[in-house]
T-cell receptor, first 109, second 110 residues
Framework: AQRVTQPEKLLSVFKGAPVELKCNYS??????LFWYVQYSRQRLQLLLR??SRESIKGFTADLNKGETSFHLKKPFAQEEDSAMYYC???????????FGKGTMLLVSP | NAGVTQTPKFRVLKTGQSMTLLCAQD?????MYWYRQDPGMGLRLIHY???????AKGEVPDGYNVSRLKKQNFLLGLESAAPSQTSVYFC?????????FGSGTRLTVV
């Protein structure tokens, strides 16, 4: 069975500090990994997918198959980054997404 | 372009009552999903559909039924609501990896 683990429920940092939101996964095949973000009172939206290897809003994430991790990083946090972040996994057919429990990021001034 | 629309946005039910949540998408997506979001639990898949007339169970299907009679609509039914079904329900549709989520339905069962 596939599983996504986000070990931190809450991550609190000051503006300008580096941020790393951890995500580990368990999957027997070749997974597709994603990060979704939910800002306060808004719907979930896709932030990153591993295969595109792009940087969105200064965030990057690298898939490490050896450590089965897909951590989300940003060198300098901004207050507007405060949100709930979900790591998610899909099989290669994209039929369903399995989400982690989420990490709330709070960026203080 | 509305994307994914969920109705209603809020609802309070008494234990044992039934209701239907409606999800509509205007993007001609084949895949549609119902998730529930609970504090500390993340999003869990209830049911999903890979096309008109098809449905499949997700991780937490008990107590819910779904129907996909039209490609653009995906209905989630609660036959006899229980307090454990108090949650925020999200519908999504997708083509490939691109999930589009609705704004959610906040359901309280008292």
């Amino acid at each position: 069975a596939q599983r996504v683990t986000q070990p931190e429920k809450l991550l609190s940092v000051f503006k300008g500090a580096p941020v790393e939101l951890k995500c580990n996964y368990s999957y027997s095949g070749s997974p597709e990994l994603f990060w979704y973000v939910q800002y306060s009172r808004q719907r979930l939206q896709l932030l990153l997918r591993h295969i595109s290897r792009e940087s969105i809003k200064g965030f990057t994430a690298d898939l490490n198959k050896g450590e089965t991790s897909f951590h989300l990083k940003k060198p300098f946090a901004q207050e507007e980054d405060s949100a709930m972040y979900y790591c998610a996994l899909s099989d290669s057919g994209y039929s369903t997404l399995t989400f982690g429990k989420g990490t709330m990021l709070l960026v203080s001034p | 372009n509305a994307g994914v629309t969920q109705t209603p946005k809020f609802r309070v039910l008494k234990t044992g009552q039934s209701m239907t949540l409606l999800c509509a998408q205007d993007m001609n997506h084949e895949y549609m999903y119902w998730y529930r979001q609970d504090p500390g639990m993340g999003l869990r898949l209830i049911h999903y559909s890979v096309g008109e007339g098809t449905t499949a169970k997700g991780e937490v299907p008990d107590g819910y039924n779904v129907s996909r009679l039209k490609k653009q609509n995906f209905l989630l039914g609660l036959e006899s609501a229980a307090p454990s079904q108090t949650s925020v329900y999200f519908c999504a549709s997708s083509v490939g990896y691109g999930y589009t989520f609705g704004s959610g339905t906040r359901l309280t069962v008292v």
